[in-house]
Nanobody
């Protein structure tokens, strides 16, 4: 499975951005998918995750209510809609896939076997 993240850009605080992650391979609908981000000098942190069916979603407190995660299994794509962006949202955003759809590991990088290359989001103040 290969994941390709896209959509990162430079945006002003308060603005919006939409990230996409396209997956190759089969059985995308059985994968839990997540988004993580890494700011310069910081560790990679959990942003959001969604189960294979799309029935359940999980969010970091810092983005809850601002960054809805979704997926279109017919298109093998997951999305992260980023609203009300803040400078502290700046970082490289990575999409990740867990072929075992393990909800209890959805917030940790160790729960994901596949990673995209990352897309840079810069929020200016």
């Amino acid at each position: 499975v290969q994941l390709q993240a896209s959509g990162g850009a430079l945006v002003q605080a308060g603005g919006c951005l939409s990230l996409s992650c396209a997956a190759s391979g089969r059985a995308f609908s059985s994968y839990a998918m997540g988004w993580f981000r890494q700011a310069p000098g910081k560790e990679r942190e959990f942003v959001a995750a969604i189960t294979g069916s799309g029935a359940s979603t999980f969010y970091a407190d810092s983005v809850k209510g601002r960054f809805p995660i979704s997926r279109d299994n017919a298109k093998n794509t997951e999305y992260l809609q980023m609203n009300s962006l803040k400078p502290e949202d700046t970082g490289v955003y990575y999409c990740a896939g867990d072929p075992l759809d393990r909800v209890f590991l959805s917030r940790t990088p160790e729960g994901y076997a596949y990673w995209g290359q990352g897309t840079l989001v810069t929020v200016s103040s």
